[in-house]
């Protein structure tokens, strides 16, 4: 009975190094796919979120600065017309 225990100790002990191993090239494994990914990206010239974010505010404040422009000419050009 202790020779079958015996094996399955070392079973247990090979499969556990086993995982292990298998484990550690998984991590191995993302971090190359993640370098790789990360490379081809800032060769893309991609802008950041952040980046992103700041140019779209921009945009919608010009975009209401341009309505409110509008809205002050076509008042101006309305006061202009009905004359003095």
């Given at each position: 009975m202790q020779t079958q225990?015996?094996?399955?100790d070392e079973l247990?002990?090979?499969?556990t190094g086993a995982?292990?191993?298998a484990q550690g090239a998984s991590e191995e494994a993302k971090?190359?796919?993640r370098a790789r990914?990360?490379?081809f990206v800032a060769e893309m010239d991609l802008v950041s979120r952040d980046?992103?974010?700041?140019?779209k505010e921009l945009a919608a404040q010009a975009r209401a600065e341009a309505e409110e422009l509008k809205r002050r000419v076509a008042?101006?050009?309305?006061?202009n017309s009905s004359g003095p």
């Open positions: 225990s015996s094996v399955f247990a002990k090979l499969l995982m292990g191993l971090g190359f796919l990914a990360d490379r980046e992103f974010e700041a140019v008042e101006l050009e309305a006061r």
